[in-house]
């Protein structure tokens, strides 16, 4: 089975900037897209980023975006996610998860939003962001 390894958490001071990485043991058919959480004490586990693996494209919450960059790395199988401007607020647990039921993705109308985190059949051990103001 698939495990996921995430690494470059740490400190920063606000307005500095952090590249996450989720590191898969293998790809499988079902990576077809790779989702970044985050979870912060007593707050729900929050979608942040999603990339879909074969064609790279990315979609982000809106608390992020212009702000954070997936990526994913078909020869390393590993999805990155650049993390500029940080912001208090951004501090969390940050956790990658794969291999869902249906999609990353729940769209209805055009409008999509994170599919539900029972959805995501493997999930990485997270790596905690601080960021300081």
């Known amino acids: 089975q698939v495990e996921l390894v995430e690494s470059g958490g740490g400190s920063v001071q606000s307005g500095g900037s952090l590249t996450l990485s989720c590191a898969a043991s293998?790809?499988?058919?079902?990576?077809?897209?790779i989702s970044w959480f985050r979870q912060t004490p007593g707050k729900e586990r929050e979608g942040v980023a999603t990339?879909?693996?074969?064609?790279?494209?990315?979609y982000y919450s809106d608390s992020v975006k212009g702000r954070f960059t997936i990526s994913y790395d078909n020869d390393k199988n590993t999805a990155y996610l650049q993390m500029n401007d940080l912001k208090p607020e951004d501090t969390a647990e940050y956790i990658c998860?794969?291999?869902?039921?249906?999609?990353?993705?729940?769209?209805?109308?055009?409008?999509?939003?994170?599919?539900?985190?029972?959805?995501?059949?493997?999930w990485g051990q997270g790596t905690q962001v601080t960021v300081s103001s």
């Open positions: 998860a794969t291999d869902p039921r249906w999609g990353c993705l729940v769209c209805n109308d055009g409008v999509c939003d994170f599919a539900p985190e029972d959805d995501f059949g493997r």
């Open positions: 293998e790809y499988t058919i079902s990576m077809n897209c």
């Open positions: 990339v879909y693996t074969m064609t790279g494209i990315p």
